[in-house]
């Protein structure tokens, strides 16, 4: 797995001040993407030992309120992304962990491997990003289609329970 970037302390892309990892590599190719450099897998870093060491670190901060998968396309990077957010869970179990994707959520549920590193994520914002919709008043996701989902409650009813319009 390749990385653009860590940022230690993030405020756009989930509740309270996040830690966040941005993964290359995405087949979606939405139209503007706000991340179009991180959509080749061969761009950024080699993901290392270095690198998780770095994230536990960074979410162990008691200002963080948790961490934040986005990119790219987190659940095109399942191998490299697993053992991160289990070791994150292991160290910090209280900090909740948010994944965005391209993908929505049935479409996740379909793939074992994707449900997977789902269900160890807390809040997962779901869809691609649609030009045409854009909101620049929306919080935490650029355009209408995308749902900002409680996993664990999605999980536990079987209805998509909305974490927050």
């Known amino acids: 797995m390749n990385y653009g970037q860590i940022r230690k302390y993030d405020i756009a892309n989930g509740n309270g001040i996040r830690t ?14 706000f991340n179009g450099e991180y959509q080749d897998p061969n761009n950024g870093k080699p993901w290392t030992d270095k690198e998780t060491q770095q994230v536990l670190q960074y979410v162990s901060d008691d200002n ?12 095109q990077n399942i191998d490299g992304l697993l053992p991160l957010v289990r070791a994150v869970r292991k160290a910090q179990p209280e900090k909740d962990i948010w994944v965005y994707s391209g993908y929505t959520l049935d479409a996740i ?29 929306l919080r935490f996701r650029g355009s209408k289609n995308q749902r900002i989902i409680d996993i664990k409650k999605t999980l536990s009813s079987g209805d998509v329970v909305i974490a927050m319009e």
């Open 20 to 33: 966040t990892v941005f993964v290359t590599g995405c087949t979606h190719h939405c139209f503007n993407c």
């Open 64 to 75: 963080v309120a948790g961490l934040t998968l986005l990119g790219g396309e987190p659940f």
């Open 109 to 137: 549920l379909k793939d074992p491997k994707k449900k997977e590193l789902l269900e160890e994520c807390d809040i997962l914002v779901d869809g691609l990003y649609v030009e045409e919709l854009r909101d620049p008043a």
